[in-house]
């Protein structure tokens, strides 16, 4: 069975930093790109980035982009969402993807909530 | 930035009868390979999302055939012949080219 398991949201104050990780299993891991989308409190779904399975193509909404970083270690089936200089507005569910092809989630975790708040 | 409408933004469904959920893209959604990258996804309360259609018509494994997708180029919709109870929920669709949108979603309920 194809599953993803989100870990490390947290309370963190405005400004600061968190890492989201999130461990695969079912698949063969190092072959497919994954995401991560965020899902603001009571709103709808934000696509946030997308990885290559061999880490080499990277894709970001541009409203993050220089905020966000993913990244995977596909010796651990790990995959990596470090997010910095938080804001109120980062405040989400953050569920990691498999993206099988062109936006294809087929496989969903339940999602990890990060709350930024002073 | 390319957006996704979706319309109506809320629906009341009443069992066994048909629900239609249109999406339209302010971009073409037709790639250079041939295929069109428009997804559907449902959210029911209280989980996760989990898709339902994919490139317009393609049903995800294990999606009930009442579900159906259509559409072309900018102009998507998604239907359910007969609405059942566990069709409650958000329904989004999203573009699968860069940058990956969401539609707003629609609420369907009962």
């Known amino acids: 069975e194809v599953q993803v398991v989100e870990s490390g949201g947290d309370l963190v104050q405005p400004g600061g930093s968190l890492k989201l990780s999130c461990v695969g299993s079912?698949?063969?891991?190092?072959?497919?790109?994954l995401g991560w989308v965020r899902q603001a409190p009571g709103k709808g779904l934000e696509w946030v980035a997308s990885l290559s399975g061999d880490g080499r193509r990277i894709d970001y909404v541009d409203s993050l982009k220089g905020r966000f970083i993913i990244s995977r270690d596909n010796a651990r089936n790990s995959f990596y969402l470090q997010m910095n200089s938080l804001r109120d507005e980062d405040t989400a569910i953050y569920y990691c993807?498999?993206?099988?092809?062109?936006?294809?989630?087929?496989?969903w975790g339940q999602g990890t909530l990060v709350t930024v708040s002073s | 930035d390319p957006a996704m409408t979706q319309t109506p933004l809320s629906l009341s469904a009443t069992p066994g009868q048909p629900a239609t959920i249109s999406c339209k893209s302010t971009e073409s959604l037709l790639h250079s390979d041939g295929k069109t990258y428009l997804q559907w996804f449902l959210q029911r309360p209280g989980q996760a999302p989990q898709l339902l259609i994919y490139e317009v018509s393609r049903r995800f494994s294990g999606v009930p055939d009442r579900f159906s997708g259509s559409g072309s180029g900018t102009d998507f919709i998604l239907k359910i012949s007969r609405v059942e109870a566990e069709d409650v929920g958000i329904y989004y669709c999203m573009r699968g080219i860069n940058p990956k949108t969401f539609g707003r979603g629609t609420k369907v309920e009962l």
């Open positions: 993807v498999r993206d099988v092809a062109f936006g294809r989630f087929d496989s």
């Open positions: 079912g698949f063969t891991f190092r072959s497919e790109w």
